[in-house]
DNA sequence: CTATATAATTGTATAGTACAACTAATTTAC
DNA sequence: GTAAATTAGTTGTACTATACAATTATATAG
């Protein structure tokens, strides 16, 4: 393998996350965040779950989504189902606000990804998108 | 084009954003970060440059790249060099401990990027170069 | 039953960032 | 050639996202 791609890989993941948390610190739709959308994101794929188990998927500290679904709850996006099975844990449902909310960030990040490929290939979208999965894929598992 | 696409591509960006984010914040190499890094890149790159282009290049505010700055030169990583034209200006050459753990800290990351795409064809490593860089490129000018 | 483990919260700390106010120097407009 | 506007950099303040440690309440194992 040639050094000069893992050079390349390397130089641009470290631009793009700057980028995107540069962008993404200032586009606020609603009252969500980046990290609001993703474990509102967890609770529409998964439907209710509790802090652990976000924690967990999120890889994220237990004290991290504790605040995260605390402030999603102050702001009506979601509410605390308690665990009969086990009166510790709770469970985390989306609210029919947080469902809106959720949805129309989701859009508005979809139009912006439009936007940002609109001059590339369907195979290349394709091609990106398998790849930042695979990629994913890898750091949680090595 | 079909939605779909976009939605995996959006999807895992968030969480990859989420995923690398998590990854460097534990990543510490000698005294370096990952904005450490890329302002230390930029030097590497372009040579000695002053506080207000690296904070264009880098996206970033003026202030941010002040401290960021003070906090590398603290470190003996760069030091101020008078601009002698202009007079409120100055830039910010790396010192001989910096590139070394600039360099370090570099290969460190392509150990990790070796390790994580090590059972990808090159075939796909550098279409994923490819695609963040073309990607990159579009967050900046669009 | 007691000891240990677990789910969640809260206190505290840190990194990384932005915006606003400020200083010193430069450039522009007349 | 000076006054006004602009610019480079710093510093004060604030906020978000995060982790780790200590704590509380409950659950599970010996």
């Given at each position: 393998?040639?050094?000069?791609?893992?050079?390349k890989?390397?130089?641009?993941?470290a631009?793009?996350?700057r980028?995107?948390?540069?962008?993404?610190?200032?586009?606020?739709?609603?009252?969500?965040?980046?990290?609001?959308?993703?474990?509102?994101?967890?609770?529409?794929?998964?439907?209710?779950?509790?802090?652990?188990?976000?924690?967990?998927?999120?890889?994220?500290?237990?004290?991290?989504?504790?605040?995260?679904?605390?402030?999603?709850?102050?702001?009506?996006?979601?509410?605390?189902?308690?665990?009969?099975?086990?009166?510790?844990?709770?469970?985390?449902?989306?609210?029919?606000?947080?469902?809106?909310?959720?949805?129309?960030?989701?859009?508005?990040?979809?139009?912006?990804?439009?936007?940002?490929?609109?001059?590339?290939?369907?195979?290349?979208?394709?091609?990106?998108?398998h790849?930042?999965?695979?990629?994913?894929?890898?750091?949680?598992?090595?």
């Amino acid at each position: 393998m040639k050094n000069f791609i893992l050079e390349k890989i390397e130089l641009e993941m470290a631009v793009l996350v700057r980028r995107v948390t540069s962008i993404t610190s200032k586009n606020k739709i609603g009252n969500l965040d980046r990290s609001a959308y993703l474990l509102l994101h967890q609770l529409s794929v998964h439907g209710p779950l509790g802090v652990k188990t976000l924690a967990d998927n999120l890889q994220l500290d237990t004290s991290t989504v504790s605040r995260q679904a605390a402030s999603l709850e102050k702001k009506g996006y979601v509410y605390k189902v308690p665990d009969h099975v086990d009166r510790r844990a709770y469970f985390l449902q989306l609210t029919e606000s947080g469902t809106e909310d959720f949805n129309e960030y989701k859009q508005a990040r979809l139009d912006r990804f439009k936007v940002l490929t609109d001059d590339w290939t369907d195979e290349e979208r394709q091609q990106f998108g398998h790849l930042l999965k695979k990629f994913n894929k890898a750091i949680l598992e090595k």
